[in-house]
């Protein structure tokens, strides 16, 4: 009998699918990593994908029990703010592989998928420079930073992208993730 927790197999893509199998919690992860949105009310006022407050306080409760997110601990009234922990930091290739993936697949937006492309660009030479980044921020590593940073970049990228008309470049769609300082 399987103990709570453990895969139903040894299978590591089994392993990896019942943590993030869900349509929720690679979402979730994603705004956290490229969006830089750390509170509830950030993530759900954020969502693109117009995530219910519900699902979003399960999905956080469950990505902090499967120690990909630690939660800061608050006193009443207060907003916790969640990090990253190093294994949601090493899936940055991931996010940029399924974003490539997305790119030849599927249909996408010309803004959103600026960022995507130019994951897929920099290949794994920006996606250390950003997981170097997010432990900076996340776990406080003393890593140097570079300036502009890997979100600096994504976001003039996103910025410079075509809009739909009446759309200004300095103004996300509803709920778009923003690359870049708040």
């Known amino acids: 009998m399987r103990e709570a927790g453990e895969p139903r197999s040894g299978c590591p893509i089994n ?40 699902i979003l306080a399960d999905r956080l409760k469950r990505l902090v029990e499967l120690t990909l997110l630690t939660r800061e601990d608050t006193r009443p009234g207060q907003r916790a703010c969640y990090s990253l922990t190093e294994p949601a930091i090493q899936l940055v290739p991931v996010f940029a592989q399924l974003g490539s993936w997305g790119l030849r697949h599927r249909p996408t937006s010309p803004a959103l998928r ?9 290949g794994p030479a ?45 103004q996300a769609p509803a709920g778009a993730a923003r690359f870049g300082p708040r």
């Open 114 to 122: 600026v960022r995507a492309e130019l994951l897929e660009q920099g």
């Open 15 to 54: 392993a990896a699918i019942e943590v993030f199998g869900d349509r929720w919690s690679l979402i979730v992860l994603r705004d956290i990593v490229f969006g830089d949105r750390r509170y509830f009310r950030e993530l759900q006022a954020g969502s693109e994908e117009g995530i219910a407050s519900n």
């Open 126 to 170: 920006l996606w250390q420079e950003l997981m170097d980044e997010l432990r900076r921020s996340h776990l406080g590593s003393q890593s140097p930073a570079r300036s502009p940073s890997v979100r600096e970049r994504l976001n003039a990228a996103y910025l410079a992208a075509p809009r739909p008309p009446g759309q200004r470049r300095d």
